[in-house]
């Protein structure tokens, strides 16, 4: 067994140290230790801590930076967005109404064009008809004109027949044929 | 076989007083030199580094541990001492790092009370100055006078108990670790220490090592939380 | 009678001894926290990450009164309190 307590009475510098001595001398040596055990957590705190801690802040402080311009460029965007609509919205009615100006002014103009198509055909079938009349009355007094010179004719044939039964006779069936043939014309121009 | 932690150097300042360079010293200057090291690389790296371009390799591994532990700490912890974080993060990596480094053959700083003690005082004294700091009456008050003025020396007690109970928890932890593989190199033959040690250093100092960190931060923070917090 | 420093280190052993007893408590206590992860993950096979992150937390603060017990054995055995006295009472 190796009594330390020798050294600590005899010599000056002990070889070794026991574990644990409850007594002044342990209580001292814990000193360079603890002195020791802070040099290190300060020099390591500055030397590797703090810089790394200044990185992950920096990152962190642009990461919060970039969520902001984005949430704001969102709201800008939704904003030109709700406005877009709107201005779509506008154009709709828009439009609409103007489809519906055109369509009214459409169907006006059809009526009108109709009435007019109408009116004219009116025109042009009143001519026809007038021209028709015409044409009848031309036929007639054409007619007339024609029975009137078969009459005078007649009449001067039957003057100068007086004398003569048979040549009286004769005359009137060949009046009777003229006339007939006439009737024939006129009843020709009437299914006209 | 001797498991008492060697001197290197000392200085006497009066009779049997000394300032002692001990080996938990030293092996505490080589972890500060591995952190330093790591540190000076993502300082200087992370001049180069760009926020606004997606992170690749080491950028990437040391944001995303950052970013999970501030995550962590918030849920062990409260927002309100979100300050504490790098402390915490820098104890966190010391803890791991001390408590691994038994697989180089080195003695953990960890199985040292005189290391694992002034971390638990720190924690103490980080507990009182969030309980001060953000609900100054309601913490003096919850000390000593609940629930009933009497049971105040019990309270004291219990508080005083917990940078004890932290430190003895993580040294015994590290220290059985230590002696049992220690044990285990003494007592076999030459050709049994080359394969055979592999998976116990596995357990003992990877993963009972990140254990007990994860234990010890884990607890510290949530006594902070708890004394911060209404 | 022995000699006081033999007596020493033989109660040194033994009380070690006891002190490391509660490695059996300890054990059952770890043991319930696997059992209650087990049955856990079996009820909710989807939580498996969480339940194993716990699980092993809460293995770490059992232990803890193990490594209380670990510990004072390993005082008792490699720091010798009884012993150093025992002779500081025989020299002086």
């Known amino acids: 067994m190796n009594p330390q307590f020798l050294f600590v009475l005899n010599s000056a510098i002990p070889d070794t140290r026991p574990l644990i001595d409850m007594d002044l001398q342990m209580f001292l040596d814990m000193v360079p230790n603890l002195v020791n055990f802070i040099l290190i957590a300060v020099v390591m705190t500055y030397l590797l801590y703090k810089p790394v801690r200044k990185i992950l802040q920096a990152r962190a402080d642009r990461v919060e930076g970039e969520m902001k311009d984005a ?29 519906d100006e055109a369509r009214k002014l459409a169907s006006e103009k059809r009526s009108q064009i109709l009435d007019e198509a109408k009116a004219e055909a009116q025109d042009v079938k009143d001519r026809a008809s007038r021209d028709v009349a015409f044409e009848l009355e031309q036929t007639k007094g054409a007619v007339h004109q024609a029975i009137i010179d078969i009459s005078t004719d007649m009449a001067a044939k ?10 009286h006779e004769k005359l009137f069936s060949e009046a009777l044929a003229e006339l007939e043939a006439t009737t024939a014309f006129k009843t020709e121009t009437v299914a006209v | 076989m001797d498991f008492s932690i060697v001197v290197h150097h000392g200085i006497q300042i009066t009779d049997g007083i000394m300032f002692l360079i001990t080996e938990t010293t030293v092996n505490t200057w080589i972890i500060m030199g591995l952190l330093f090291l790591f540190g000076i690389v993502v300082r200087v790296k992370s001049r180069k580094w760009d926020f606004t371009k997606k992170p690749t390799g080491l950028q990437n ?44 053959g080195l003695r953990p700083p960890t199985a040292d009370w005189g290391m694992t003690f002034p971390l638990a005082f720190s924690t ?59 044990l285990l190199y003494g007592i076999a033959p030459i050709f049994v220490q080359f394969v055979l040690p592999a998976p116990l250093h596995m357990y003992f100092d990877l993963a009972a090592g990140a254990l007990q960190a994860v234990i010890f931060v884990v607890l510290s923070l949530t006594f902070v939380g708890i004394a911060s917090e209404d | 009678m022995y000699h006081p420093l033999a007596f020493a280190i033989a109660v040194s052993h033994i009380a070690a001894a006891i002190a490391l007893l509660n490695g059996i408590l300890t054990t059952m206590g770890q043991g319930k926290v696997a059992a209650s992860a087990v049955e856990a993950i079996a009820r909710q096979p989807e939580a498996k990450g969480s339940i194993t992150t716990t699980m092993f937390i809460g293995c770490g603060f059992a232990e803890t009164g193990g490594v209380y017990g670990l510990l004072i054995a390993f005082l008792l055995i490699f720091v010798n309190p009884l012993i150093n006295n025992n002779i500081q009472y025989l020299l002086g």
């Open chain 2, 124 to 182: 103490f004294c980080l507990i009182i100055f969030a309980g001060m700091r953000h609900r100054p009456k309601k913490y003096l008050k919850g000390i000593f006078l609940e629930p009933l003025f009497v049971f105040a020396p019990l309270n004291i007690i219990g508080e005083l108990a917990r940078p004890i109970s932290l430190s003895f928890r993580l040294f015994g932890n590290i220290l059985g670790g230590m002696i049992l593989l220690s």
């Open chain 2, 61 to 104: 591994f040391i944001e995303m541990c950052v970013e999970s532990w501030e995550k962590f700490f918030i849920a062990n912890s409260s927002t309100r001492v979100l300050y504490l974080a790098p402390w915490f993060f820098v104890l966190f990596m010391f803890l791991l790092v001390s408590n691994m480094i038994g697989v180089t």
């Open chain 1, 71 to 99: 949430a704001l460029s969102k709201a800008t965007a939704e904003e030109l967005k709700a406005q877009y609509e709107q201005k779509v919205k506008e154009i709709e009615t828009e439009r609409a109404t103007i489809l």
């Open chain 1, 158 to 167: 039957l003057i100068s027949a007086t004398i003569d039964k048979d040549a």
